[in-house]
């Protein structure tokens, strides 16, 4: 991975308690789907945890949990939140720490996989996965919906000012959310029944709990800093003036599950199974 990417990613440590504040959980259904799939006490290696956002209904649901966190202070906090016989807390770059093949039930991300380089996201899991073991990926994607009140589309304007307007594809409506770890997984022949679950998940903050949201942003922290407080005094104003203080983040969170088939060799190759998406 370019130095780049290791900068922003690296970046979520310098705010691990504005994080570990504002950033929202996920939906308990999909804990209730995944545990399904896995054995009774399951051996799960999360990558990239946070502060344990997800860590938390991982151990709710009896998992044995080793966490690979790249940022100390992320790691620090996430071993006070969650003080537990059942995790292990590791500092580290999942692309590079040694670990034992073949001995997870599960590898479980969320939120933070798109920082993993795309080779390591299929390789890593297929070494350290037992045959039929479970790679896991939640996302969490905004997506296209008058529920935000027209936020989106009439803050533009102040993020353009600041250079951090929005270039990427459209976000698109809630029926057509497609993980991208979708299709690189149809592909590799190391996996199969490959599966997305979608759920509806809408976050709304005031204008103060907003700002501090996006201050958890590594776009947000790679700007200089009289940029960045400038981008969020205007927006915090804009929310309280435009829109009552209050700002509807639309939101569709996936869990995009696929197996580790049983068979060796297979390297990565076009075919597969059709995705099934819920």
Same mark, same amino acid.
């Given at each position: ?69 790249? !940022? +100390?202070?992320?790691?620090? %906090?996430? *071993?006070?939140?969650? @003080?537990?016989?059942? =995790? ?5 770059? $999942? ?72 270039? !990427? +594809?459209?976000?698109?409506? %809630?029926? *057509?959310?497609?993980? @991208?770890?979708?299709? =690189? ?5 190391? $996996? ?87």
């Amino acid at each position: 991975m370019s130095p780049e990417p290791l900068h922003r990613r690296a970046s979520f440590d310098r705010v691990s308690d504005v994080y570990h504040g504002i950033r929202p959980g996920y939906p308990a259904p999909l804990f209730d789907v995944l545990f399904g799939l896995l054995p009774a006490r399951p051996r799960i290696l999360e990558v990239g945890p946070g502060t344990g956002q997800a860590t938390r209904d991982l151990l709710r649901h009896d998992a044995k949990v080793h966490a690979i966190e790249l !940022g +100390p202070a992320l790691a620090t %906090r996430l *071993r006070e939140e969650l @003080p537990s016989p059942d =995790l292990t807390v590791t500092v580290g770059d $999942f692309e590079q720490i040694p670990m034992e093949d073949r001995a997870y039930d599960a590898i479980f991300s969320a939120t933070a996989y798109h920082w993993i380089a795309p080779h390591a996201q299929l390789d890593r899991p297929a070494q350290l996965l037992t045959p039929g073991g479970l790679l896991a990926v939640v996302d969490l994607i905004q997506v296209n919906s008058d529920d935000d009140r027209g936020f989106f589309d009439a803050a533009q304007p102040i993020y353009d000012r600041y250079g951090e307007g929005h270039h !990427g +594809p459209p976000a698109p409506p %809630r029926h *057509r959310v497609d993980p @991208p770890m979708r299709q =690189l997984l149809e592909r590799d022949r190391r $996996f199969e029944s490959v599966t997305v679950r979608r759920y509806d998940w809408d976050q709304t903050y005031s204008a103060a709990e907003y700002r501090q949201l996006m201050l958890s942003y590594s776009a947000t922290q790679a700007m200089e800093p009289d940029a960045r407080a400038g981008l969020l005094d205007d927006i915090e104003a804009f929310v309280v003036q435009r829109f009552d203080g209050e700002v509807t983040r639309p939101l569709v969170v996936t869990l995009t599950t696929a197996a580790r088939t049983a068979e060796e060799a297979g390297v990565p190759a076009i075919g597969g199974n059709q995705p099934n998406v819920c």
